[in-house]
């Protein structure tokens, strides 16, 4: 057994910040503070059902969808832990319209862009939700952060990773050595080491899209699609399907056995031309914990999902996100003639 399985996050986050030796902490204190925010949040989660606290808040976010009770509260936690905890200047989420201040008095060098509860759709038929977070170095001077510090690019986030809570609660997160996973312990509220230094397979055998938009897709996505079904393909396995439609469990999923997940551009909503996804609390922070892993992470027209300019704190991407393998192969299909 790896020595180090079974260690507490806080160890592995101070161990990481000594292989960076102009390291103040503060990293290390805002990750440690995101991981109380998500130890609260799972806890309500569990007990969204005996608390009676399901069902639809009757608002509307900001992007037109329904709010569910769940989705504030995480937003609300999250919100609360992140203003006076000293280490950031400004936030983003999902579930706000624009920057979000922090407390006065309490600015600090970086920031966060998260979605509080992704796949919140899901919620009330118990399948498996999660909190994304980005973590951004501040570039701006000045007290208050501002909105040019959100918008930047995945490949400058100093942090990455989410919460997912579903049979067990655990946190992946990587600050750019290596992706670590751990396993909430209920009983002492600790999350302990479970998964050390994850590599998603290079080849898979799954692959994850909304086939129901089949008839909305273009055709190079359409073709990809089809080549992965194809019982041929390599001449020794077909693929299989598997979709939940919440894209931080589709991606857990993928990141421990292997496979693709594909959001690309369709027909289907003339509003979402770049697809559902979002790029910087979304796309980008899961782009970063998958290439610490060992995959790829591109558009539908082959631009790195980390390399990308942000312009917009909501601003929506296509993505195709996985297995090395699988990316690249998705990569000449939409880089290529069909
Ligand atoms: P949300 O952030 O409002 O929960 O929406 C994003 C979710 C993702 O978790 C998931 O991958 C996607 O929507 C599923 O969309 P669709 O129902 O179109 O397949
Ligand atoms: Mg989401």
Redo the contacts with the bound molecule.
């Keep these: 057994m790896d020595k180090r399985k079974g260690i507490i996050v806080s160890r592995q986050i101070m161990d990481s910040q000594k292989l960076h030796p102009e390291a103040t902490g503060e990293l290390t204190g805002l990750l440690n503070e995101l991981i109380v925010a998500g130890k609260i949040i799972s806890a309500e989660v569990n007990m969204a059902g005996l608390a009676d606290i399901l069902g639809q808040s009757g608002k509307t976010n900001i992007q037109g969808?329904e709010v569910q009770k769940l989705d504030e509260f995480a937003n609300q936690t999250i919100k609360r832990r992140m203003e006076q905890c000293g280490y950031i200047c400004a936030m983003g989420s999902?579930e706000d319209d624009g920057v979000i201040p922090v407390l006065d008095g309490y600015e600090g060098k970086y920031t966060v862009a998260f979605?509080p509860l992704?796949?919140?759709?899901n919620i009330d038929v118990n399948v498996s939700i999660g909190t994304i977070f980005s973590v951004h170095r501040r570039k701006s001077r000045g007290k208050h952060g501002k909105m040019s510090d959100l918008l930047q690019k995945g490949r400058d986030q100093v942090g990455a990773g989410y919460i997912i809570y579903g049979s067990s609660t655990m946190l992946v997160y990587t600050t750019g050595d290596g992706v670590y996973g751990f396993t909430l312990d209920p009983s002492v509220g600790e999350f302990f080491l479970s998964h050390p230094d994850i590599k998603i397979p290079e080849r898979s055998k799954y692959y994850s899209v909304?086939e129901a938009y089949t008839k909305y897709w273009y055709d190079n996505t359409r073709a990809y699609i089809e080549h992965l079904k194809d019982l041929d393909y390599r001449g020794e396995r077909s693929y299989s399907l598997r979709y939940i439609?919440?894209?931080?469990s589709?991606f857990h999923r993928n990141l421990i056995t292997g496979g693709v997940f594909v959001?690309a551009r369709d027909k289907k909503s003339t509003d979402k031309p770049e697809g559902?996804?979002r790029l910087l609390y979304?796309a980008a922070p899961l782009a970063m914990v998958v290439e610490q892993a060992g995959g790829r992470a591109i558009t539908d027209d082959g631009r790195n999902i980390l390399d990308i300019e942000p312009t917009d704190l909501h601003q929506r991407v296509p993505l195709i996100i996985g297995s090395k393998e699988e990316v690249d192969l998705a990569e000449k299909y939409f880089t290529g003639p069909v």
């Design positions: 969808e999902e979605d992704d796949g919140s759709s909304n439609g919440s894209l931080v589709d959001y559902k996804l979304e």
